[in-house]
């Protein structure tokens, strides 16, 4: 048997040559995608953020609606209020002590 040690291959040295260019050609390749899928990455971020800043817009826009509408209602019911105590101010006081006496026995605490 003949000593292999130290004679080289020309196989060898071939194979690893296409290697490295087949490993550098998909490299490139990849390289030249990456920027495109980036692109396309950001694109997706942007939209998706525009999307979202839209819909807190739109949101904000109906709670000042909300709130207008629920302030317009609260003035209407406290002037009612106003009106009926000063049309029957016995009533409402009485009405008041009730309501008083009503929540009092709710969260009174007794001591026995």
Avoid: W
């Avoid at 998909?26 to 819909?55: C, E, F, N, W, Y």
């Avoid at 739109?58 to 609260?74: I, N, P, W």
């Avoid at 029957?88 to 002590?97: E, G, K, Q, Y």
């Amino acid at each position: 048997m003949e000593n292999q040690f130290g004679k080289s291959d020309t196989n060898v040295s071939t194979i690893g040559k296409d290697t490295r260019a087949d490993m550098h050609s998909a490299i490139d390749k990849a390289h030249d995608k990456v920027p495109a899928a980036a692109d396309r990455l950001a694109a997706q971020a942007h939209t998706g953020v525009d999307k979202m800043a839209d819909s807190i817009n739109d949101m904000g826009e109906k709670l000042d609606q909300k709130r207008e509408s629920l302030t317009v209602a609260y003035k209407r019911f406290a002037e009612s209020g106003r009106s009926y105590v000063r049309k029957s101010p016995a009533t409402s006081v009485l009405v008041a002590l009730a309501a008083g006496y009503a929540v009092s026995k709710l969260f009174g605490t007794r001591k026995y």
